[in-house]
T-cell receptor
Framework: GQQLNQSPQSMFIQEGEDVSMNCTSSSIFNTWLWYKQEPGEGPVLLIALYKAGELTSNGRLTAQFGITRKDSFLNISASIPSDVGIYFCAGQFKTSYDKVIFGPGTSLSVIP | GAGVSQSPSNKVTEKGKDVELRCDPISGHTALYWYRQSLGQGLEFLIYFQGNSAPDKSGLPSDRFSAERTGGSVSTLTIQRTQQEDSAVYLC??????????????FGEGSWLTVV
């Protein structure tokens, strides 16, 4: 069945560095979503991508929907301590409904 | 409401007892999802509702787990005869599927269940 792979699994970076993480699959998705989860909170939507090739920014975050529709990346520029959290990608595909599945997450730690 | 609301936010229960977790989705959202997240783990899909029906229950881990949704709004996830391995955060999410714009899911803050 459909499965998402995220890499890296975890990252430790210095404050101010740029971050790049990606999500891949052998399956085609119609929508890609990126979420951030902080300790004790539910996942919060960061960016939604609806078309292949789409590049969308939200402040210091930029995400792209891969042209093959099988991958997506998320970049964070000039990281700050509050970027700490787990970043999940999610992909939507057609079954009997618009099902959404989640990747295993990338844990980001920012060293001040 | 403005966001997905879940209650209780925290629940400690004794092994063998039943628990009910409630989710109030965003107003107008027809789709509702339950996920489970164990400590340090990813999101495990449990069940999907479209309106009051559940076309996808494939993620429910055992027959001790059940969920219902009434009035196309509030949903209740029930865990009977709780076990320690049921300890996790139970996350509810809702969306308003739009085939033109895709399906964006919004989460509540979760119900933290601890079975002792």
């Amino acid at each position: 069945g459909q499965q998402l792979n995220q890499s890296p699994q975890s990252m430790f970076i210095q404050e101010g560095e740029d971050v790049s993480m990606n999500c891949t699959s052998s399956s085609i998705f119609n929508t890609w979503l990126w979420y951030k989860q902080e300790p004790g909170e539910g996942p919060v939507l960061l960016i939604a991508l609806y078309k292949a090739g789409e590049l969308t920014s939200n402040g210091r975050l930029t995400a792209q929907f891969g042209i093959t529709r099988k991958d997506s990346f998320l970049n964070i520029s000039a990281s700050i301590p509050s970027d700490v959290g787990i970043y999940f990608c999610a992909g939507q595909f057609k079954t009997s409904y618009d099902k959404v599945i989640f990747g295993p997450g990338t844990s980001l730690s920012v060293i001040p | 409401g403005a966001g997905v609301s879940q209650s209780p936010s925290n629940k400690v229960t004794e092994k063998g007892k039943d628990v009910e977790l409630r989710c109030d989705p965003i107003s107008g959202h027809t789709a509702l999802y339950w996920y489970r997240q164990s400590l340090g783990q990813g999101l495990e899909f449990l069940i999907y509702f479209q309106g009051n029906s559940a076309p996808d229950k494939s993620g429910l881990p055992s027959d001790r787990f059940s969920a219902e949704r009434t009035g196309g709004s509030v949903s209740t996830l029930t865990i009977q005869r709780t076990q320690q391995e049921d300890s996790a955060v139970y996350l509810c999410a809702s969306s308003r599927p739009d085939r033109g714009a895709g399906n964006t899911i919004y989460f509540g803050e979760g119900s933290w269940l601890t079975v002792v």
